[in-house]
């Protein structure tokens, strides 16, 4: 459907709003906005970067896992010494036991680190231009069919992780054997095995994926950064419902701020955009406020990214909730206890370098860098007269005492013609860079 700002659907527990085309402002539920998904990525006098950006909380939930499998480890390596004495073992056992589990941890921590890092790197990103009232937005041209499995598809992850798994498991057996009058392969094989899991395996699905995209070049598939006018970019705040055996299970609000296909109304553009989840429907319209006032009244509404990402943060963090358990009387050593199973203070130190360095790297040298000079004030696009118009009868509104979920489809509301749902010319584009 070709939606347009403040039509709200639902179908059954799912909901959506409209909050542009035509960006007006949301009002007091909105507030002045805020960067609640952290997707700001970078901003100037004249551009904007949208990135989905890397969680330190999500960092600290893969944090706490780690420090149960060390833990694990460490029960492993301790159980192997005892049954040493104990139970029978040799040295060469115990050391098997202990090969195979470092072995096991540098698999895990390795995919722990490196998975992450290659998703960000492949987020394309939105870049908004406020002067020249332009967004960019990577897409994927369709071109004929390709009738190899993607290296997204669940068929592919399946085999990869038997492949995988199979290896490995082969691997630490054997390793646990060492030593022993029943093991699989030698100190040979376990080489071998342990290096088509390392290096032959990653390097065949590397190439695949590489083949994928090169027949997928030959089939005609292509990236572009296409070049849509700011009044026209598409922004809902969704809610979407499952229901499970154990009753309805609510999956939370996301904000999808979306470029349209004017060649198709009602659809968009394939593979661009960017979708953040949001824990309400008044945080997704702060996001939205925030990207709106930047576009409309300067970079002073978007402030720089807060800086909870760092290690210098986190000691200050620490700092404060020092005071505060004396304050308050409470033991410190319990909080900081929690901060050591979360493995907090490496969520902080490689968080923060994900943000200096492994975010910078979704977007190209050279990216629209023409495209995306700051221009003389003389040359700066102004917002249509229809888009004043309407944002001067909506802050009336407000000012009656009415909110933006009050106010309906607001075109239809104040009396305005909406654009329509008539294909329009495509909007201008440029090669991605290779």
């Not at 901003?43 to 833990?71: F, H, Y």
Request: one cysteine or more; aromatic letters at 14%.
């Amino acid at each position: 459907m070709a939606l347009r700002a403040g039509e709200h659907l639902t179908r059954g527990p799912n909901e959506l709003y409209a909050l542009s085309p035509r960006p007006i402002p949301l009002g007091s539920t909105a507030g002045s906005g805020a960067d609640i998904g952290r997707l700001v990525h970078r901003r100037d006098e004249a551009t904007l970067d949208l990135l989905l950006n890397v969680s330190r909380n999500g960092m600290l939930a893969l944090g706490g896992a780690a420090v149960w499998v060390m833990l694990f480890f460490i029960f492993v390596w301790a159980s192997a010494v005892f049954m040493v004495f104990y139970g029978g073992f040799t040295w060469g056992d115990a050391l098997g036991i202990w090969g195979g589990g470092a072995y096991a941890g540098l698999l895990f921590f390795g995919a722990l680190l490196v998975i992450p890092d290659l998703f960000i790197r492949g987020s394309a990103p939105v870049r908004f231009h406020r002067q020249r009232r332009e967004v960019a937005f990577v897409v994927e041209r369709p071109g004929r069919k390709v009738f190899l499995p993607a290296p997204s598809a669940h068929l592919m992850y399946g085999f990869w992780f038997a492949l995988f798994a199979s290896s490995g498991f082969l691997t630490l057996v054997s390793f646990g054997g060492l030593g022993g009058e029943m093991h699989m392969f030698d100190r040979q094989g376990i080489a071998l095995m342990a290096t088509a899991h390392l290096v032959i395996l990653p390097a065949l699905a590397i190439g695949y994926v590489l083949f994928y995209r090169w027949v997928r070049c030959l089939a005609g598939w292509r990236k572009e950064t296409v070049f849509v006018p700011w009044e026209d970019v598409v922004a809902v705040a969704t809610r979407n419902m499952a229901v499970t055996v154990g009753g309805p299970a609510g999956l939370g609000w996301e904000l999808h701020i979306l470029p349209p296909d004017p060649e198709r109304p009602g659809y968009s553009l394939a593979g661009a955009g960017v979708s953040a989840g949001m824990t309400g429907l008044q945080m997704a319209m702060m996001q939205w406020e925030l990207i709106r006032r930047y576009m409309e009244e300067g970079p002073e509404a978007a402030p720089e990214r807060a800086d909870d990402y760092s290690v210098a943060w986190y000691k200050e963090e620490m700092a404060r909730q020092r005071k505060r358990h004396e304050r308050e009387g409470k033991p410190f050593w319990r909080y900081r206890l929690k901060c050591w199973m979360e493995l907090a203070y490496f969520a902080s130190w490689y968080t923060e370098y994900r943000v200096k360095h492994v975010l910078p790297k979704a977007s190209p040298k050279g990216w629209v860098q023409e495209w995306s000079q700051p221009l003389p004030e003389s040359e700066w696009a102004r917002p249509s007269a229809a888009l004043t118009e309407l944002t001067r009868q909506v802050e009336a509104a407000y000012e009656r005492g009415e909110t933006f979920l009050d106010l309906g489809p607001v075109e239809e509301r104040f009396g305005q013609p909406s654009a329509g749902e008539a294909p329009k010319a495509a909007y201008p584009s440029a090669p991605w860079p290779a």
